[in-house]
């Protein structure tokens, strides 16, 4: 994996520049891809003295860096969040499928950035999806010690099991598109069945 | 969704001369994105001649179309394939699961070229899942009737569900360069046990 490096700006002036080029960056990853983005169009649409872009970022990685990070964070403190006050796996685990679900739905952006990463840099791709299954397995450990997850099922597989769910039932609300907040928390719940309990008789 | 045309060859130098075109546009597609890759780099990296592109294909949608549609193909083939001569759900899912993993083992390009699709135009990515889905739907909903599918359970749901993990326990076994045959049947038997009966307790 490329090591590149950013720098949080200092000051509120340099707080509005740092913001304006990562919420353009992040726009025209979304739309052209990384690839097709060059600084310039960066620069040029985020309306930036030419020097600026380079005060905060080495280069183009590292504003994907930066923003790729900034998706895991958020999408890791959204579940935590809605956990917040439940006590069983199922409760948790519903909480965090909804909230996770409710994030696609509100900014659909994030799978193009997130995915688009296997072509940016493969081994960037394979350290977002290591690094959650990774806390996941610490998670889903805790509640085989409580007798609340099968303690007989490889829980590497079962992370990964749970992200793929989570993602691709995302999609299939992404694709819906007048769906309502009842008809998507019916989703959920229809997921949660085959969590407990499996698919087949 | 952009509709666009391709033509297939009609003699054996054309068949040729399609399957370069073809093999280097999967190439330079997976390798710099469909965006940052042109008509002119795909003619000049085949060999072909400029007009030669043009005798088969509209433009570069065009081509890309193909090649979605070529794995498509392949991707149910192989599942198909697979679950010959198996009656019960159990034993078909198992097998689709397993060739659709070995699958992405064998062509991991498959997943930048699928999931690019969201970038180059969302309906087509919308109407690639949805019409797996559909199908999905189709063939489980004969097993309910056997009785070996739950019935209460939405089958849509059930369907992006069994997609999700075919595609990310799939990464699960991309990320790991070194996994043997037997390594990979383990993981498969790992996440048939989550199908049949569930995660939690």
New interface residues.
């Given amino acids: 994996m490329k090591t590149t490096n950013f720098r949080l700006p200092k000051t509120k002036v340099g707080d509005i520049t740092f913001k304006k080029i990562i919420r353009t960056g992040k726009r025209l990853f979304?739309?052209?891809?990384?690839?097709?983005t060059s600084i310039n169009d960066i620069i040029e649409k985020s309306k930036v003295a030419a020097g600026t872009f380079y005060l905060y970022f080495d280069n183009k990685l590292a504003l994907y860096m930066y923003l790729l990070e900034e998706y895991k964070k958020e999408i890791r403190e959204t579940s935590a969040m809605a956990a917040v006050g439940y006590l069983t796996?199922?409760e948790i685990?519903r909480a965090g499928l909804k909230s996770f679900i409710k994030y696609a739905k509100r900014d659909p952006l994030a799978?193009?950035l997130i995915?688009?990463s296997?072509?940016v840099d493969p081994a960037i791709f394979?350290q977002y999806?290591?690094s959650f299954?990774k806390s996941y397995v610490y998670h889903l450990m805790e509640f085989v010690d409580l007798?609340?997850?099968?303690s007989?099922?490889?829980l590497?597989?079962?992370s990964?099991?749970?992200?793929?769910?989570?993602?691709?039932?995302g999609?299939?609300v992404v694709?819906k598109e007048d769906i309502t907040e009842e008809q998507i928390d019916?989703?959920v719940d229809?997921?949660m069945?085959?969590?407990?309990?499996?698919?087949?008789?």
Avoid: P
């Fill in positions: 979304a739309k052209h891809g990384f690839q097709a796996r199922y685990e799978y193009k995915w688009e296997m072509s394979k999806y290591q299954s007798g609340q997850v099968r007989d099922v490889d590497e597989t079962a990964y099991v749970l992200m793929g769910i989570a993602n691709f039932v999609l299939q694709f019916w989703i229809e997921c069945k085959i969590v407990k309990n499996g698919l087949l008789t």
